[in-house]
């Protein structure tokens, strides 16, 4: 048996529930037990009584009751998996390194490729999450994410270096105080060249599985959109700005006003492919965000193209360059 400890909390541990931390620490602790040492008072926060949904601070201390072997031996077991789990290849390490566009102390901004998830699911063994380790650099937490985007959409993604980081970048996108501006290359050209799209959203399940449709009983979604150049009649290059972050919007509000975004099947249909050598692949970037730094101010950073949105962009004559954002015209 161990002895009575009495842990300090440390900054990089802080905003943790005390389950989470507890597992963290101590992994041969089943949730069963430590519910029964927290109603016997056994484990104090700062001596005092306290509950598994309890979130801990820097500078608390932890009182942990006397464990058996087991446990402890369950703590090195799981440590050691742990560090196992978190080794990359070198090839691992340099991708993930490779889509850096900012790094300081405490965010990094990636321009992720389309087609990688963002996380894990179902027949998803590669992601970004798993790749995260490789962006540790000298520190002993794991960087965290912050937001999401789809599978097939490219660009700017947030990370935060530390939990407190971590945190504040979260809560800065569920304050919607976030300027997210996104290209896309539609089939068609919308009228008019500027508006505002609303259409309520909800999530279905088919037989083809989820899905995000227009209902005007479900979520409210608005997206501003501006077309910025055009081919002809068949395509044009828009940016988007979506004022609400539900699940698929962009995707579906574009397919909502009959104009598509290229390579989005699952919304646009057949409609959703030009005839001729443009890319299928669902022509959507992430390009800008500007968004509270943890330290103080605003962060914007800009994520070039990808490798076949860039094709696209010169087999149509569209030039990066030639943008100029046309929400600020908008005074929106």
Known sequence: ?????????????????????????FPGVTHGQLEKFLRKGEIRVDKKRARSKDRLEAGQVVRVPPLDDEAMVAKKQGAKQEKDKSRLSESDVAEIRSMILHM?????????????????????????????DGLRFDY??????????????????????????????TEAFKRRSTRKIYWALVAGVPRPHQATVSYNLTKVVTSAGEKVIVDRNGQTAISDYSVVSVAGTKA???????????????????????????????????????????????HLHAREI???????????????????????????????????????????
């Open 1 to 25: 048996m161990s002895r009575v400890k009495q842990i300090t909390i440390t900054e990089a541990e802080s905003d943790q529930r005390l389950d989470k931390w507890f597992k963290a620490r």
């Open 104 to 132: 300081d102390d405490d965010v990094i901004v990636l321009n992720k490729p389309a087609g990688i998830p963002v996380q894990g699911g179902s027949k998803q063994v590669r992601h970004i999450d798993g790749l995260l």
């Open 140 to 169: 002993a937490e794991r960087p965290k994410l912050t937001h999401r985007l789809d599978k097939d959409t490219s660009g700017v993604l947030v990370i935060g270096r530390t939990r407190k980081a971590a945190k504040h970048l």
């Open 236 to 282: 044009a290059w828009l940016a988007l700005k979506p004022l609400t972050g539900r699940t698929h919007q962009l995707r579906v509000h574009c397919a909502a006003i009959e104009t598509p975004i290229v390579g989005d099947g699952k919304y646009g249909g057949s409609a959703a492919f030009l005839e001729g050598v443009i890319s299928k692949n669902m």
């Open 290 to 332: 500007t968004i509270s730094h943890p330290k103080g101010g605003d962060l914007t950073v800009t994520a070039p193209l990808g490798q076949h949105m860039a094709a696209t962009w010169k087999l149509l004559g569209f030039h990066e360059n030639d943008y100029e954002d046309p929400f600020e015209e908008m005074g929106i």
